[in-house]
């Protein structure tokens, strides 16, 4: 039996929460802080661990706790800093690495940069963790983390990765986050690695020269350069760090949905503050069967939107089984709303993490006339669904129930017709094609643009994909 990893990711990733899941699955804390005393930087910082609840649900919320902000800790503590002040949901204002705007050096002043931090360059940081003699797993995969992000960071920047400073990601957090879960991953025996597609964030973050746009360069790099499937879950953070997105991109097999396995632990990393969702990230541990490989498919989506685009998966080398997964259906009906309004929390939903929705007509007590309203979600997405009913609709009430749904593997192929290209979905039940349909928007704004009929460009992109197959 081979097993495997998946890191369920619907607020992000960042390094410090993939090492408190580690934690939370059973890897000893004094294993980790005997193996990272290797590296000799020490006295730059102090481990701790906390259970915290997000959302009512009890994570591990992992702490590198630097020696120099302990030192610049107050000695009154009435005047420290308020947490929920100083803190966005995903971002821990005293250590850049966690969850959230990564590149922040601030104490809670909006333009204070904090001198303490450790200015180290890609050869430096390698020469640190080859001669800590780390096992010969941990040492290879922290080595291609931090090359990975270098070759980001450099791209970013116009300059070769040996030359990257690492004013954000290269201080000590950043070496323990990388390193350390790359020891917890190894403790566990791991073979393999999938991960979820990745929530886009929004906003922006502050960094050592300025504010950039969420997602930041580096992270779009490393998006762009491994074809990573994002999606906007509506949260209006950094949500994906460069620190975690780095690691997720060195390691992945592959991005999707999860594998087909025997779950035999989970573990749970917290981000720093509560959301609409959990702040949590999914470590699922199991094994498959040698040989067989996992489900990693399209990450689902019902349709195109402003905030809840869908985009292409890597293509698949090996035949992908039919998945089977759990749902949340949310319904509710509904007498007196404006279909102007309707419309409008069909959006609202699908920003907020909604896979469908949709409404049907019914006739309601005293012969009125309403609309059943329908919304399926993964079961981390439901809160964020109902607060949008709620919120968007007149309704008083919200019936929930979970089931059990069998999807098939999907994956986009790109065709060219004489008027442009199409993008085609191609859905499989194991090696056979069930289904094929070219996207409806592609069609559509080919149809605007070169003004002719939609069914004309979905008959050719079709002609286009038989011809080609």
Excluded at 415 to 427: F, L, N, P, S
Aim: aromatic content about 6%; some cysteine; proline content about 6%.
């Amino acid at each position: 039996m081979n097993k495997i990893a998946y890191f369920d990711c619907p607020t992000g990733i960042a390094g410090d929460m993939c090492i408190g899941a580690l934690l939370h699955a059973g890897v000893p804390l004094e294993y980790l802080i005997e193996k990272l005393n290797l590296l000799g930087i020490s006295t730059e910082y102090q481990l701790r661990t906390e259970l915290v609840h997000r959302n009512t649900q009890q994570a591990t919320k992992f702490y590198v706790d630097l020696a120099a902000d302990l030192s610049l800790k107050p000695e009154n503590p009435a005047t420290e800093l308020d947490p929920s002040e100083t803190e966005s949901p995903t971002f821990d204002a005293r250590h850049h690495h966690h969850h959230g705007e990564e590149h922040s050096h601030s104490h809670g002043e909006p333009d204070a940069e904090i001198s303490h931090t450790h200015h180290r360059n890609l050869p430096q940081i390698e020469q640190i963790i080859v001669s800590a003699k780390l096992p010969p797993r941990v040492e290879a995969w922290s080595l291609a983390v931090f090359g990975k992000l270098a070759e980001a960071e450099g791209a970013v920047h116009g300059i070769p990765a040996s030359e990257v400073h690492f004013h954000e990601v290269g201080a000590t957090d950043a070496i323990i986050d990388i390193v350390g879960t790359c020891l917890g991953l190894d403790w566990l025996d791991i073979q393999e690695f999938y991960f979820s597609a990745m929530p886009t964030g929004a906003g922006t973050v502050k960094a050592a020269h300025g504010k950039l746009a969420v997602p930041t360069p580096a992270v779009m790099r490393l998006w762009e350069t491994h074809r990573v499937p994002v999606y906007s879950n509506g949260l209006d953070r950094e949500l994906c760090t460069p620190t975690g997105t780095a690691i997720a991109c060195t390691l992945a097999a592959g991005f999707g949905p999860p594998p087909s396995m025997q779950i035999q632990a989970i573990g749970l990393g917290a981000g720093s503050r509560n959301l609409a969702i959990p702040n949590i990230l999914r470590l699922w541990i199991g094994e498959k069967e040698e040989g067989e490989r996992g489900r990693v498919g399209e990450w689902e989506s019902g349709r195109k939107t402003a905030t809840n685009s869908q985009f292409p998966m890597p293509d698949s080398p090996f035949p992908m089984p039919n998945s089977i997964e759990t749902i949340t259906v949310l319904e509710t009906q509904i007498d007196d709303l404006s279909p102007q309004a309707i419309g409008y929390v069909f959006d609202a939903l699908f920003a907020a993490g909604a896979l469908d929705v949709f409404t049907a007509p019914i006739v309601m007590k005293k012969s009125r006339l309403g609309v059943l309203l329908t919304a399926i979600c993964h079961p981390e997405f439901q809160d964020a669904c109902e607060a949008v009913i709620f919120r968007e609709t007149t309704t008083l009430g919200i019936r929930r129930s979970t089931q059990q749904r069998t999807i098939l593997h999907r994956e986009i192929q790109t065709v060219q017709t004489e008027y442009g290209e199409v993008q085609i979905k191609v859905a499989k039940s194991g090696q056979t094609i069930t289904n094929v349909q070219p996207e409806y928007e592609d069609c559509a704004e080919i149809a605007r643009v070169k003004n002719i009929s939609w069914r004309e460009v979905h008959r050719l992109a079709l002609q286009s994909w038989y011809e080609r197959s």
